[in-house]
Structure formats: structure tokens, C-alpha cells
């Protein structure tokens, strides 16, 4: 019988930079990550091998981590696709090494968001060559829906609240609310309005490293009569004794997302007793390798799991949802994509989203059909020229 991995070596690699306008505006602690109507863009990549092709997404978020549209794009076309050309597609864990010699990992991953769209795209190639959906391909899917949960990120109570009845009127029945965009105090009547306006469903309260130890000490403990089931990364993510710390003084549960970009990151905050849930982000640990990996620790240390995003167009959301299926996290989680951009490119079989409810793709790899003619009519140049060339290709880089 002949063997349908074998002849799958990398041969093409294509980047492309797509502006999706976003729907509303959103902020975090760390700036604005989208205004309506202005362009958001993401970064795809295209790879073909043995006939098949697999594509993946980076979402540049400078408000949240520090790699760009540019640099994303610059380190894929310079630095990583050169290293995976010519290797065998289904050799993932090969991929990630060679990603680590182009780009030196450092104090902890280098490069996770570039290193992530190709990690995407190569989970996509092999399950497409099998014809199997990526939790298939893992021999792990233990749920067919991921609950979602609404983004809440109004300056005031009055929009906050506003937000909220907007997310109760499509279906979602979970809120998650950025905090330590003001004052200590506006936060809190900003979840205060958000719990007024939705008794008794989850509240997940992230903080994206907005607060010093003793302020995130009193706002938790001003949570607490609110009904709060998360405090998420109160704290910088390179300050784990300060978590621990935190976590010995808060009832609420305390939450770890942008700590945790390796496993190993992981495994400190672990032994440091510095957090009672680890957010699991397909992006920020490199992509599906090593969040799987991350995941499965988690698990096997009794750490509770939570599901997060980067505001992905469709790739992404359904990479997600793979990976939160294959670990059954049914705790509403945090894929906001479609709350905030329509993904143009997926104008075939794509993810399905009803009443506060993604359902997890069935169809080959990621489950997502691209049109590949618009992502050439939508691409731009990255570094500032609408009208240069649309796709990168790696083979005509300098």
C-alpha cells in the first residue's frame, strides 16, 4: 500500500499579508488592538507539498506581544520558511527544531506568532493528504462544540453594560471582561455594570499584565462579592513569584496567559505554585506542537485549562478549537475572532458559530476552505506600499 506521507517534502512556501477590517473597537491594558472600519491585518501562509497545500495564520497583535505585521512577515519569508523547504511535511517535531536553529529560541521562544502560521499550515497539509480532520489526525477529539464567551472591553458601566446585552441578545451565555485599562476603581464598576447586566453566567476578568501585586490584591478581593470565576495575568508575565503571592491572598482563581509560551514556562509557574488555571493560545506557544504539549502538562500536574485566542480570523479559530476539543477544555473560552473581523478568505466550508457555540470542524486538517484567489486580490505589501506586490514568496526574497 502506498504511503501518502511519503512523497509530502516541502516544495513552496507563499506569505501574504491581508488587511480584515474589524467590526468594533477593542482595548487591552497593553493599547487598542482594533477600531472599526480600520484595517487588522493577519498574515497567511500557503504550503504546498506532493500536490497537497496546507495554509496558517499569524495575527500581529503590538498591543499585546511585540512581534509586528513586518516582522512576522520578514522572519517567515527570510529566516523560517528557507529552513522548512525541502523537509518531509509530517515531520512536525523536525519543523519546530529547525524553526528553534533559524530563529534561537532565547529566554523562551523566539518568534512564536511567525512560527505558529507555518506550524498551522503544516497540520493543515497532513490531515488535508489523509483526508482527516487535525483531531483525527492527533486520535483526540472528546468534544464536538467549544461554549464561547463574549468580549467585554467598554472604557465605562454604561458601555460595558451596553456590550454585554449586545452579547446576551447573540447567544452567549459567558463574558469576559479587560480590566487595568483605567482606574482600579472604574474597573471594578465596569465588571459590577457586566454582572448587573448578565446574574449568574461565567465571568473570566483579565488583566493583561495591568496591575502592580498590590493593586491586583485589592481589586480581587473587591471581585469577590461579584461572583468572578477567573482573575487572569493580573501581573508581567516574567513576575511568577508575584503571582504566587497573589494566588495565597485572591478566592478567586488566578489565571496565566502570557507567562506561558513554552511548557517549560509552564512547569515553573507549576513548581512556584503560581497559578490555579493555564490559559492554553495556539499562537503564543508556537503554534498546535507545543500547545498540545502544554496542554497535556497542564493535565497531568491537576492544572485546571481555559481556551484563549489572538482575535483570529477563521485558521486560527479553528485551530483552536481542535486543540480545546482534543483536551475536552469546555470552559467557554476566549475565541473572540468573529466577535471583532470577517475572515474574506474563507468563502467555502468554514467554522460554524451558533448562539455562543463554535462547532468543531469536521472536514480535512483545519476544516477551513480558502479562496485562494481572494487572498491574492486582498494581499499588500507589509512594509507600507498598497500597490507593491501581493504575495511573498521566499524563492524571491533578497
Excluded at 197 to 225: H, M
Aim: proline fraction near 7%.
Amino acid at each position: 500500500m502506498r504511503d501518502p506521507l511519503r512523497d509530502l517534502v516541502v516544495e513552496d512556501i507563499e506569505c501574504f499579508v491581508i488587511p480584515l477590517a474589524a467590526i468594533r473597537d477593542f482595548a487591552i491594558a497593553g493599547g487598542t488592538v482594533a477600531r472599526a472600519g480600520a484595517s487588522h491585518p493577519r498574515v497567511l501562509v500557503k504550503i504546498g507539498a506532493g500536490g497537497v497545500c496546507g495554509w496558517g495564520e499569524a495575527t500581529p497583535t503590538p498591543a499585546w506581544t511585540y512581534e509586528t505585521t513586518e516582522t512576522i512577515a520578514a522572519t517567515i519569508v527570510n529566516h523560517l520558511a528557507p529552513a522548512l523547504r525541502g523537509r518531509p511535511a509530517w515531520d512536525i517535531d523536525g519543523a519546530h527544531r529547525a524553526f528553534d536553529r533559524a530563529i534561537n529560541p532565547g529566554y523562551t521562544i523566539g518568534a512564536p506568532l511567525a512560527k505558529a502560521a507555518l506550524d498551522l499550515a503544516l497540520h493543515d497539509l497532513v490531515g488535508r493528504a489523509l483526508g482527516v480532520p487535525v483531531g483525527e489526525l492527533w486520535g483526540q477529539r472528546r468534544l464536538r462544540r467549544i461554549p464561547l464567551s463574549w468580549i467585554v472591553s467598554g472604557a465605562d458601566p454604561e458601555t460595558s453594560a451596553a456590550e454585554t446585552a449586545e452579547g446576551l441578545r447573540a447567544g452567549y451565555r459567558a463574558f469576559k471582561i479587560k480590566v487595568g485599562l483605567g482606574a482600579l476603581d472604574l474597573d471594578v464598576a465596569r465588571v459590577a455594570a457586566v454582572r448587573s447586566a448578565a446574574p449568574g453566567v461565567p465571568i473570566w476578568v483579565d488583566a493583561n499584565q495591568g496591575y502592580t501585586l498590590e493593586q491586583a490584591v485589592r481589586l480581587a478581593r473587591r471581585l469577590e462579592p461579584l461572583e468572578v470565576d477567573l482573575l487572569e495575568q493580573p501581573l508581567r508575565a516574567n513576575d511568577p513569584l508575584g503571582l504566587a503571592r497573589l494566588r495565597a491572598r485572591s478566592d478567586i482563581p488566578i489565571a496565566v496567559d502570557e507567562s506561558l509560551v513554552h511548557p517549560s514556562d509552564l512547569a515553573t509557574f507549576v513548581r512556584l505554585e503560581a497559578l490555579d488555571v493555564a490559559v492554553s493560545k495556539v499562537q503564543r506557544s508556537a503554534g498546535l506542537y507545543l500547545a498540545r504539549r502544554l496542554c497535556a502538562l497542564a493535565q497531568d500536574c491537576g492544572i485546571g485549562l481555559a481556551g484563549s485566542g489572538l482575535t483570529d480570523s477563521d485558521l486560527g479559530l479553528a485551530a483552536s478549537l481542535h486543540l480545546f476539543s482534543a483536551f475536552g477544555i469546555d470552559r467557554p473560552a476566549d475565541l473572540n475572532g468573529r466577535q471583532f473581523v470577517v475572515s474574506h478568505y474563507a468563502t467555502g466550508t468554514t467554522v460554524e458559530v451558533r448562539d455562543g457555540t463554535a462547532l468543531v470542524p469536521t472536514g480535512p486538517g483545519l476544516g477551513v476552505e480558502v479562496d485562494e484567489d481572494v487572498v491574492r486580490a486582498l494581499a499588500v505589501d507589509p512594509f507600507g506600499d498598497p500597490h507593491g506586490p501581493a504575495p511573498l514568496d521566499p524563492r524571491t526574497a533578497p
